[in-house]
């Protein structure tokens, strides 16, 4: 078992630094090395049976990471366009591949295997999605929140099918198996959302308390795939589902960020593992021996599926840019596929082998591909804009309204702080509006091309001209400037407006914390944290307890609960 993790492990190292090297998503380099691994080059063989099973272990976290990052609010926010998106996208891409392995595949097969083959191939991959939004700096703008909104849909679906799967084509009769499939399932959401939660909240809340680290941990661990097993054994419903209610209840909870920080690790090196047994299942044999569907298949992945994806925002009334971009994030497919097209093929055998050896090579050119691609499609958006095709006009004497795709933040000062600041957000792709008293620097900031403004940020006049009804935040950067009333004008003209100051005294941090949707950093606090974490790393403590501590007193000066 040893030696079997361990050739894994090391493949899985060594090759996905080197697709990371090559600015590819480290999941090409964990395929390769099951593909690796599966050669009779190690002295003994590498027991496949062993890596299997401790995959499981990794879908299992997987889809309690899921759960745990899962915030219903980031749908609603993005609902107009990746609900109906992404399930209108999902039904063109599974009819598509439906009829591609119907007439491509492998022989003679029945209209339900073949709607199988194309629900595999209909939802992409999250892992890749985030590597490569992140990757371009667009992760948290408007395109990355519609574009994960899209892959929050495209998840519940493939948990909804994970677990009707077993009343579908569990050989029972439908409408009784649906029903007490429904009941089960019910009595699990009620069990884990009412009892689960109280008492998980309040073990973790004690072991937070009382114990060391590494019983917190193990807790988290606990409530994962204890969770997962009580929804296999009492309620006959699949791992996954239960994984993702718990890490659902978990990530609901004050200890969400811990529980990330401590049981995400974890999940991704056990979901090495799971695409480490997908590679070593792949045989590029099969995949040339059915290289029709691989092609096709491979088409509708990276080109079906992204034409459609930016057609579908398009028409829901995005801009040209959001919906190019989006389009482009979504052509190919990964983790969930797997899932799918290996219990499809393996537990209800609707699918032969083979057809798990195309998708699994399909996925790794895809993966490839979109990583090594997506760069090109904000230069090829620009371009597009240069010739005026996709911008909108405004007029000359004003600043205008932010697009749909584009966060405008309001920056009040703009010395050394608001300098870095600026340039951080526009890296990021947010539009910086700064509002400025010193004439020189306003005129330097418009001779650069950038937006900015001469007045008094408190005047709501100057807020208004700044466009602060559709700015997302406003970042009070000067220690001098009046943080206090600054952020009552700006909530006066838009009551939603996110409030970040900088001050001197701790007193007026708590103020404004303490005033809606707002955080200040004081002077006072940052400087005694900073000194105080420079110490404890001295003095040997961990990166992980500085960064608990200095939480917990940052918490703590600002009024805020533990």
Not at 208 to 214: A, I
Not at 268 to 281: H, I, K, N, P, Q
């Amino acid at each position: 078992m040893i030696f079997t993790l361990v050739i894994g492990l090391t493949l899985a190292l060594v090759l996905g630094m080197l697709a990371q090297k090559l600015r590819l998503s480290p999941l090409v380099g964990y395929l390769v090395a099951g593909m690796l691994a599966a050669q009779p080059w190690w002295g003994e063989p590498v027991d496949a049976h062993i890596v299997e099973d401790f995959s499981h272990i990794g879908v299992v976290l997987l889809l309690f990471g899921v759960g745990l990052q899962f915030h219903i609010k980031d749908l609603l926010a993005v609902q107009k366009v990746a609900v109906p998106g992404a399930l209108v996208c999902m039904l063109t891409v599974s009819l598509l591949g439906m009829v591609a392995f119907h007439f491509l595949g492998m022989g003679d097969v029945a209209w339900v295997n073949s709607l199988m083959f194309g629900l595999c191939v209909c939802v992409s991959s999250t892992v890749v999605l985030t590597r490569v939004l992140g990757d371009n700096r667009v992760l948290q703008t408007p395109t990355g929140h519609t574009a994960l909104g899209w892959l929050v849909v495209e998840d519940m679906f493939t948990i909804i099918l994970l677990v009707l799967l077993p009343a579908l084509f569990g050989g029972q009769e439908l409408g009784p198996a649906l029903g007490m499939m429904a009941l089960k399932l019910t009595l699990l959401v009620v069990v884990v959302a009412l009892f689960g939660r109280k008492v998980i909240k309040q073990v973790l809340t004690y072991i937070s308390r009382h114990c060391s680290d590494e019983l917190f941990t193990l807790a988290v661990l606990v409530c994962a795939l204890g969770i997962a097993v009580l929804s296999a054994t009492v309620f006959n419903a699949s791992m996954e589902f239960g994984a993702f209610l718990s890490g659902m209840v978990v990530g609901q909870s004050k200890f969400a960020s811990r529980a990330a920080s401590d049981a995400l690790p974890m999940r991704d090196a056990f979901a090495v593992l799971f695409f480490v047994s997908v590679g070593m299942g792949f045989h590029i044999g099969g995949l040339l021996e059915h290289w029709p569907l691989a092609l096709a298949t491979l088409a509708i992945c990276m080109l079906a599926k992204p034409i459609m994806a930016a057609i579908m925002v398009s028409l829901l009334g995005k801009p040209m840019r959001l919906s190019l971009m989006v389009g482009g994030s979504l052509s190919q497919i990964g983790e969930f596929s797997f899932i799918l097209a290996t219990l499809i093929a393996g537990t209800y055998k609707l699918l032969p082998m083979e057809a798990v050896n195309v998708i699994t090579g399909v996925a790794i050119v895809s993966i490839t591909l979109n990583a090594a691609l997506y760069r090109f499609v904000p230069v090829a958006v620009h371009k597009l804009e240069d010739r005026g095709i996709g911008t909108r006009h405004a007029h000359a004497d004003s600043i205008p309204a932010p697009a749909d795709d584009v966060y405008r933040i309001l920056l009040v000062g703009y010395g050394p702080c608001g300098e870095l600041v600026s340039q951080v957000l526009r890296r990021h792709d947010m539009e910086v509006v700064v509002l400025e008293m010193n004439v020189d620097t306003v005129a330097r900031l418009h001779q650069e091309g950038l937006p900015a403004i001469l007045g008094d940020a408190s005047n709501r006049t100057i807020l208004r001209l700044a466009g602060v009804e559709k700015a997302k935040a406003i970042i009070i950067s000067s220690a001098a400037a009046p943080a206090v009333p600054i952020a009552a004008a700006a909530r006066s003209l838009n009551p939603g407006i996110r409030v970040v100051a900088h001050t001197n005294y701790i007193r007026i941090a708590q103020a404004i914390a303490q005033s809606g949707d707002a955080h200040a950093f004081a002077g006072e606090a940052e400087v005694a944290l900073a000194m105080t974490s420079h110490m404890l790393r001295a003095l040997g403590a961990t990166e992980e307890q500085v960064m608990r501590e200095c939480g917990e007193n940052r918490r703590r000066l600002m009024g805020e609960e533990n």
